[in-house]
């Protein structure tokens, strides 16, 4: 009998929960295990360093479990960790593993969403200082001029279900008009935070029409769609039962209350041993 060997999924929090909804939409026969490291989230503000080291810790953790793939669906991670752990942990360590992040399936197809070759960024701190989407974007396509906005008060307003009400207005409004500000000739704006979907409403609202939001779910999914099929090596191995797993660092009970408005639907999570 084939051991189990899913795909793994990690962010910080809650917000990967978002991609992996795409992902299991697009691929729904394969084995999935989500992990947050909600015990240590966020993420955001931490120094690259401590980011990487979480961000590995919780890599291995998903290999332990049988995972050959993992994705960080995690922007902060894949900013600060993700180049360390392709280039010196996996060839060291775990050779035929493979980790993948997802800035740079957005930066390959951005340039298909913006008429003015001007476009939006809007992460959190950490996210933002590291300039990875400026790099992979320019590596892509040097046209384009990219705007980055910090938006530090909205992956807790999310986090603690807020988002949507009155007082969260006051920091979409801020951060919508800090990034505007740089330049009225964007015409997309990158959600470089895979929180950011659920406030998606309110972006509409308040930013000016005309201008396309882009999530980055779907963009994920497809991309992984592809990556399997050039890789028949690593779709090989993946099992599929169409089971979900869902694991936290954090509480499961508050886990499981605050995720199923990322997933969409209900779920039971396990604590990480």
């Given at each position: 009998m084939k051991e189990s060997s899913p795909i793994g999924i990690f962010d910080s929090g809650y917000?990967?929960?978002?991609v992996f909804r795409s992902i299991a939409e697009k691929l729904p026969d394969y084995d999935y295990i989500y992990l947050g490291d909600n015990a240590r989230s966020p993420y955001g503000d931490?120094?690259?360093e401590t980011i990487y080291q979480y961000t590995l810790e919780c890599v291995e953790w998903l290999f332990s479990k049988g995972c050959n793939l993992v994705i960080l669906a995690c922007n902060t991670a894949s900013a600060k960790a993700l180049r360390t752990i392709q280039q010196k942990d996996l060839p060291s360590?775990?050779?035929?593993?493979?980790v993948l992040g997802v800035i740079r399936p957005t930066a390959e197809v951005i340039d298909s969403f913006t008429k003015t070759k001007k476009v939006g960024v809007m992460g959190t701190r950490g996210t933002v200082n590291s300039e990875s989407y400026l790099l992979e974007i320019n590596k892509f396509f040097p046209k384009i001029k990219v705007y980055q906005q910090a938006c530090p008060m909205?992956?807790?307003?999310?986090e603690?279900?807020?988002h949507m009400q009155p007082g969260a207005d006051f920091f979409v409004t801020e951060y919508c008009n800090a990034l505007i500000n740089q330049s009225s000739d964007i015409d997309c704006v990158l959600l470089a935070c895979t929180h950011y979907p659920l406030i998606m409403p309110k972006l509409t609202a308040i930013?000016?029409?005309?201008?396309e939001?882009?999530?980055?779910?779907?963009?994920?999914?497809?991309?992984?769609?592809?990556?399997?099929?050039r890789?028949?090596?690593?779709?090989?191995?993946?099992?599929?039962?169409?089971?979900?797993?869902?694991?936290?660092?954090?509480?499961s009970k508050t886990f499981d209350e605050h995720a199923a408005i990322f997933f969409g639907e209900a779920l039971q999570s396990g604590k990480m041993k």
């Open positions: 917000g990967g929960l978002t931490h120094a690259f360590k775990y050779p035929g593993k493979k909205w992956v807790p307003l999310i603690n279900n807020e930013l000016p029409a005309g201008i939001i882009l999530a980055q779910g779907e963009i994920v999914a497809d991309s992984l769609v592809d990556y399997l099929k890789h028949p090596e690593i779709e090989s191995t993946i099992s599929r039962t169409a089971n979900k797993s869902f694991f936290t660092s954090g509480d």
